[in-house]
């Protein structure tokens, strides 16, 4: 691994772990973090969470877990070339997901509205309760006792309320200021990985089709490119390769944008980079582009008919689920019960937001089915 750049996140300017620890013996400290992360039982259950399709509509679709990893692997490309702690993103990468509800936005925006006259639900927010709580996996503390600069990263999102009540993890919120470049770099990872890989399982799905996608112009320019030079392969292997190309074409761009800000900026250690505007960025032209892209997506595959329906059942089965856990705790596993209403209410939002897919579906059949009750 190349030196890192003075303004990089290391061991020697990390602010530590909330509970000190002896250090790791053979690997670094964000080596530790992502190895937590990884053995959380959180992150296993990503493998039957929602990224647009619902788990059981197909075993190719992408999951929470295949998307983490992916969104990892694009990340530690980025930091590489610029010489960023590989290690760091590669954490906030796999645990920027641990909080997600099942199925997806929707189940998100569902259990936000049960949520509403108790502080609400995020999933950013439930991502840090998960690494700082939730996890019960140590002797010495719960949660997976991470280093500042992870949980940093996890929490991309926090509003001013929220924020006030983290202490010196939510700072930055409260006096604008920005998250270390690791962490910045996890973000748009993240958007690269989702957009590009949404038009692949939105084509197989046969929701979208290539030819509509001809007139969104970063796909377009690809598409041309692979068609002219692959006259004769087949359609699978056309998307497979536009997808490709694109995302080579948003991580070059990134890497080189993000190297003028930083230039231009004269970065020589981490607290410029806190007070400094954002630096890991795209150019202005393949911004509007990837906004094209996002416009095309909401209408054609994120409004599409059938992905509508099956979010309208989602959204039902979280109502459905946190009013009567909310009406009967004892309905609740134990771990789960709490007396007070407040105190219940976050326990039942912990508990829907833990769940899978496909667990959601079968603990709801389970409580409300006639049928299952007489089998």
């Given at each position: 691994?190349?030196?890192?750049?003075?303004?990089?996140?290391?061991?020697?300017?990390?602010?530590?772990?909330?509970?000190?620890?002896?250090?790791?013996?053979?690997?670094?400290?964000?080596?530790?973090?992502?190895?937590?992360?990884?053995?959380?039982?959180?992150?296993?259950?990503?493998?039957?969470?929602?990224?647009?399709?619902?788990?059981?509509?197909?075993?190719?679709?992408?999951?929470?877990?295949t998307h983490s990893?992916?969104?990892?692997?694009?990340?530690?490309?980025?930091?590489?070339?610029?010489?960023?702690?590989?290690?760091?993103?590669?954490?906030?990468?796999?645990?920027?997901?641990?909080?997600?509800?099942?199925?997806?936005?929707?189940?998100?925006?569902?259990?936000?509205?049960?949520?509403?006259?108790?502080?609400?639900?995020?999933?950013?927010?439930?991502?840090?309760?998960?690494?700082?709580?939730?996890?019960?996996?140590?002797?010495?503390?719960?949660?997976?006792?991470?280093?500042?600069?992870?949980?940093?990263?996890?929490?991309?999102?926090?509003?001013?309320?929220?924020?006030?009540?983290l202490g010196e993890?939510?700072?930055?919120?409260?006096?604008?200021?920005?998250?270390?470049?690791?962490?910045?770099?996890?973000?748009?990872?993240?958007?690269?990985?989702?957009?590009?890989?949404d038009v692949d399982?939105?084509?197989?799905?046969?929701?979208?089709?290539?030819?509509?996608?001809?007139?969104?112009?970063?796909?377009?320019?690809?598409?041309?490119?692979?068609?002219?030079?692959?006259?004769?392969?087949?359609?699978?292997?056309?998307?497979?390769?536009?997808?490709?190309?694109?995302?080579?074409?948003?991580?070059?761009?990134?890497?080189?944008?993000?190297?003028?800000?930083?230039?231009?900026?004269?970065?020589?250690?981490?607290?410029?980079?806190?007070?400094?505007?954002?630096?890991?960025?795209?150019?202005?032209?393949?911004?509007?582009?990837?906004?094209?892209?996002?416009?095309?997506?909401?209408?054609?595959?994120?409004?599409?008919?059938?992905?509508?329906?099956?979010?309208?059942?989602?959204?039902?089965?979280?109502?459905?689920?946190?009013?009567?856990?909310?009406?009967?705790?004892?309905?609740?596993?134990?771990?789960?019960?709490?007396?007070?209403?407040?105190?219940?209410?976050?326990?039942?939002?912990?508990?829907?937001?833990?769940?899978?897919?496909?667990?959601?579906?079968?603990?709801?059949?389970?409580?409300?089915?006639?049928?299952?009750?007489?089998?």
């Amino acid at each position: 691994m190349a030196e890192l750049a003075p303004y990089a996140v290391s061991e020697a300017n990390s602010r530590g772990r909330n509970m000190a620890e002896e250090a790791p013996c053979g690997r670094s400290e964000f080596q530790r973090d992502r190895d937590r992360i990884i053995h959380s039982g959180a992150f296993r259950r990503l493998e039957y969470k929602t990224q647009v399709f619902v788990n059981h509509e197909g075993d190719l679709f992408r999951t929470r877990l295949t998307h983490s990893i992916e969104v990892a692997q694009i990340a530690r490309s980025i930091a590489r070339r610029l010489r960023l702690n590989e290690d760091l993103v590669e954490a906030i990468s796999l645990a920027h997901d641990l909080g997600h509800t099942p199925f997806g936005h929707a189940g998100q925006d569902a259990l936000n509205t049960c949520m509403k006259e108790y502080g609400g639900f995020e999933h950013n927010l439930q991502s840090l309760r998960v690494v700082d709580l939730l996890e019960e996996r140590y002797a010495a503390f719960d949660g997976l006792n991470l280093c500042f600069e992870t949980r940093e990263g996890i929490l991309k999102h926090c509003s001013a309320t929220n924020a006030a009540k983290l202490g010196e993890l939510g700072e930055r919120f409260l006096h604008n200021r920005r998250p270390s470049l690791e962490a910045q770099i996890a973000n748009l990872a993240d958007e690269i990985a989702y957009n590009n890989h949404d038009v692949d399982d939105g084509i197989r799905s046969g929701l979208i089709e290539l030819d509509q996608l001809a007139a969104v112009p970063l796909v377009a320019r690809h598409l041309h490119e692979v068609r002219a030079a692959y006259p004769d392969l087949p359609e699978r292997r056309v998307v497979h390769e536009t997808v490709r190309r694109m995302i080579n074409t948003l991580v070059s761009d990134l890497i080189r944008q993000s190297e003028r800000n930083i230039s231009a900026q004269g970065l020589s250690t981490i607290e410029d980079v806190r007070n400094a505007p954002v630096m890991i960025a795209f150019s202005a032209e393949v911004i509007e582009q990837q906004r094209a892209l996002k416009n095309f997506l909401h209408t054609h595959l994120y409004r599409h008919y059938r992905v509508m329906r099956m979010s309208s059942k989602a959204q039902r089965i979280i109502s459905d689920l946190f009013a009567i856990f909310m009406q009967d705790v004892r309905l609740l596993p134990p771990p789960f019960q709490r007396q007070t209403e407040p105190e219940r209410a976050r326990a039942v939002a912990d508990y829907i937001a833990g769940m899978t897919d496909r667990y959601a579906i079968r603990e709801h059949r389970r409580i409300f089915a006639v049928e299952e009750v007489l089998a």
